[in-house]
């Protein structure tokens, strides 16, 4: 669409994202799920297509602070209306000198971090974000923790998140998969497809993604939560997609993970674990094949998983509280009841430097909304799926995008 006519158009808008500074010239530049931040990749790669749907065109840029010099400047060109966002973890955050910068913050506790001794000044997120003209928030979570904190220049403008339509299923039904068994890890689990496990599996599937080493996703909770549900009567199967390398980690590990790290022993035939690297429309069709969307974290910055499988009109089983209560209202989810509590080592990178707030459930609260989310009746069920994805809609259009993003030029650039 065209620019607001209404406001000024900007120059230049300058991206600098944490994938350029992990990139070696002599890298493979294809983004591999399960590499350091790959989320924040894929938060870049979100605005910047939204901006180049605004009729925008975003140069990107390794580092920012390097382009201080005027001879950098002139070969940049850099003029009077061009702007800078920053798309990457705050203690790699870097000022373009000379231009408004606008820092993208998707945090997902209560409190900041300020810093303490031996910690480089980078990791201080309040005085770091406070140097932003602007800081873009994912959620209004993050937006109103920073108000608290003092920077009211914190506002809420996610990247545009679009449906993707699913297109064929041969490489999902070639993922590789194995069952939850991790009470007997002694010999290596049997791997087999996607396609054959589901064959052997006809029933209501629950879908869950999530990286099994941040334990702010409560795998080990969500499983035994599932295994509770399951000896309340329920039938369904827990498919569990798995986001790591495939290199240091792949599928045939993850029950000594859930043995080593959670301590978790169960064994059941109605978990399915599977990994595999699949391209957004292959992820659309994996999507397509669930029953409901389920994800029990404690704390969150955003959810993306969550919020494409809602766009895609799969009903939604969460967690209250931090980013998804930002763009879920009472009706539009099947909510799992949880309590604050302080974030422990594992939760919380500071937890021997800060105290941190989170939001965990318990695997009887995991169980009930299950119960609850699978006594829908159909219509009922369609009914969510609408609500849902009518919100998610409301919040992450690239209309709604565009407006916004308008409205912050017009005010860092005025």
Known sequence: MAWNQNVAEPGSIFVSSLLDEERLPFQDPELVFGQTHYSWKLITRLYSEGLVRAGLSPKHIARPEIYQASAAKAVLGIGPRDLHIAVKPVEHLRPFYGLPNLFVCGWEFPEFFSGTDGFPPFFNQLAVLGRADSIMCWTDFTRDNLHAAGLSQAVTLPPPILPIPPQGDSDVLAMPTVFLASENISNQPTVITFGQAMESSPQCVLLAVLNPFDKRKRIDKLLEGARLARAAGQKFLLVIKLVIDGKGTSIGNINEILRNIYNYHETSDSVLFCAGNLDEPSMA??????????????????????????????????????????????????????????????????????????????????????????????????????????????????????????????????
Not at 325 to 334: C, H, I, K, R, T
Not at 383 to 400: I, M
């Open 285 to 414: 069709a994996l999507r397509a094949r669930s029953d409901f969307h389920i994800s029990a974290p404690s704390a969150e910055g955003l959810n993306l998983p969550l919020v494409e499988s809602a766009l895609q009109d799969i009903p939604i089983i969460t967690t209250r509280n931090t980013a998804m209560a930002s763009y879920l209202g009472p009706e539009d989810a099947v909510w799992i009841d949880c309590i604050a509590e302080a974030a422990g080592g594992g939760v919380n990178a500071f937890a021997e430097h800060a105290s941190f707030t989170h939001f965990p459930a318990g695997p009887q609260a995991i169980s009930t909304a299950i119960c609850t989310a699978l006594s829908l009746a159909p219509d009922e069920q369609r009914a969510l799926a609408r609500r849902g994805r009518k919100a998610v809609e409301a919040r992450f259009g690239q209309a709604r995008f565009e407006t916004d993003f308008s409205a912050l030029v017009h005010k860092v650039i005025a």
